[in-house]
């Protein structure tokens, strides 16, 4: 069992607690649906296992996926829902089942990428981003779709260095989560009713990934060693 859920810190067991608590009080201050606090905390729940390296936040990411997909639609944010329908569904399952196969005593083996593969990855996210933007800038009904190109590829990059064990795809979170509360800042200026979860939400997300960048960082020094 420790490879799906392991033990919890203190500090993550407070993390979590108090992003529940924060949720729970804008759901009923500001009549916030349940389901948009569904979101929240199974996205939350996803991204602090993610970061503990634990399998079981492929299973929890699955029902944020679908959610946070519903959610992006009624908020005109199509790039969001193509993301999440036509890419995260898969991944969740294939990084799944290439997690299953990479721990040893209950660790997940964590990597390094090589000095030559960041600029790549660099190039490939601001090239994906410009083409994105474009394309998405001529669906009528789209909402800042620059921004939302960013996250998107930057989502698309992270997932896939997740799937195969990187500790950079935290870096590449970092800049996403940034430019995603930004997003669902705009929405909700616009009067978008889950807006204010959704910055939470992303917030906590950042949070996470600053941690996720530490633990895996180093995981990673460790399998080298």
């Given at each position: 069992?420790?490879?799906?859920?392991?033990?919890?810190?203190?500090?993550?067991?407070?993390?979590?607690?108090?992003?529940?608590?924060?949720?729970?009080?804008?759901?009923?201050?500001?009549?916030?649906?349940?389901?948009?606090?569904?979101?929240?905390?199974?996205?939350?729940?996803?991204?602090?296992?993610?970061?503990?390296?634990?399998?079981?936040?492929?299973?929890?990411?699955?029902?944020?996926?679908?959610?946070?997909?519903?959610?992006?639609y009624?908020?005109?944010?199509?790039?969001?829902?193509?993301?999440?329908?036509?890419?995260?569904?898969?991944?969740?399952?294939?990084?799944?089942?290439?997690?299953?196969?990479?721990?040893?005593?209950?660790?997940?083996?964590?990597?390094?990428?090589?000095?030559?593969?960041?600029?790549?990855?660099?190039a490939?996210?601001?090239?994906?981003?410009?083409?994105?933007?474009?394309?998405?800038?001529?669906?009528?009904?789209?909402?800042?779709?620059?921004?939302?190109?960013?996250?998107?590829?930057?989502?698309?990059?992270?997932?896939?260095?997740?799937?195969?064990?990187?500790?950079?795809?935290?870096?590449?979170y970092?800049?996403?989560?940034?430019?995603?509360?930004?997003?669902w800042?705009?929405?909700?200026?616009?009067?978008?009713?889950?807006?204010?979860?959704?910055?939470?939400?992303?917030?906590?997300?950042?949070?996470?990934?600053?941690?996720?960048?530490?633990?895996?960082?180093?995981?990673?020094?460790?399998?080298?060693?």
């Open positions: 069992m420790k490879k799906y859920t392991g033990n919890w810190k203190a500090f993550e067991l407070l993390w979590l607690v108090l992003f529940t608590l924060i949720a729970v009080s804008i759901t009923i201050v500001s009549k916030d649906t349940l389901f948009g606090f569904s979101v929240f905390i199974t996205g939350v729940l996803c991204v602090v296992l993610t970061a503990k390296g634990k399998l079981m936040s492929y299973v929890f990411g699955m029902y944020n996926t679908f959610g946070y997909a519903y959610l992006s009624t908020n005109g944010l199509f790039g969001e829902v193509m993301l999440n329908l036509l890419f995260f569904v898969p991944m969740n399952v294939v990084g799944f089942l290439m997690w299953r196969n990479h721990f040893q005593s209950g660790k997940l083996v964590m990597r390094q990428m090589d000095v030559k593969g960041i600029p790549i990855v660099g490939v996210c601001i090239a994906g981003f410009l083409l994105l933007g474009y394309g998405l800038s001529l669906i009528p009904g789209q909402n800042s779709p620059y921004i939302d190109a960013v996250t998107t590829v930057l989502s698309v990059v992270a997932t896939i260095l997740m799937v195969r064990r990187f500790k950079e795809q935290w870096l590449l970092i800049v996403l989560n940034i430019f995603t509360v930004l997003l800042v705009i929405r909700t200026l616009d009067g978008s009713d889950d807006g204010v979860i959704m910055i939470v939400m992303w917030s906590a997300y950042l949070m996470n990934a600053v941690y996720g960048y530490y633990n895996w960082n180093k995981g990673a020094k460790e399998a080298l060693a």
